[in-house]
């Protein structure tokens, strides 16, 4: 029979482990709400910036991370990284390449956004617009359903 002590310590490794797990997590790792992508995207010079509607960058969000501002994917050929809410790609536009933006690639991670903005401006500036990034291409370019996208968020855009 085990000892009292022995089995205290077998007690305390997943209580450590788990408590660790939970400390490595960083703390603005969330999704954030769609109005709340809206919001910081519009306070950010996003709306109409290039001749692109907020519903564009809304839409874009979406399908690139689901809204989540810390988000790094690689591709399955392993060609880049995408980092943050726009999927910036790391090969141009941050400091694991390029660096066209001048930035770091995990500045591109930070839930308020503001390099991310930056840096997406940059982009759009470029002679491919929105069509830089192949999922607006195939998911928002021209739909007719973009207005959705900002439903019920209450913003007040000007016309």
């Not at 029979?1 to 007690?11: I, T």
């Not at 999927?87 to 400091?95: A, E, G, P, S, T």
């Not at 491919?128 to 959705?148: E, H, I, K, V, Y």
Request: glycine share 8%; with cysteine; proline share 4%.
């Amino acid at each position: 029979m085990p000892s009292a002590g022995k089995s205290l310590e077998k007690m305390k490794a997943p209580i450590i482990l788990s408590l660790i797990s939970y400390l490595m997590v960083p703390s603005g790792a969330r999704v954030l709400g769609r109005c709340k992508v809206a919001k910081k995207l519009h306070e950010g010079g996003l709306s109409n910036f290039e001749g692109y509607s907020l519903e564009n960058w809304v839409c874009l969000a979406y399908f690139e991370s689901k809204f989540n501002p810390t988000a790094v994917y690689d591709t399955l050929h392993g060609d880049y990284t995408g980092y943050g809410l726009f999927q910036i790609r790391n090969n141009d536009w941050c400091d694991h390449g390029k660096n066209r933006c001048h930035v770091s690639c995990s500045a591109l991670l930070n839930p308020d956004l503001k390099k991310t903005i930056e840096c997406a401006k940059k982009i759009v500036k470029g002679k491919d617009g929105m069509g830089a990034w192949p999922s607006w291409t195939l998911n928002c370019q021209n739909s007719d359903t973009l207005l959705r996208w900002l439903d019920g968020c209450n913003l007040y855009l000007p016309s």
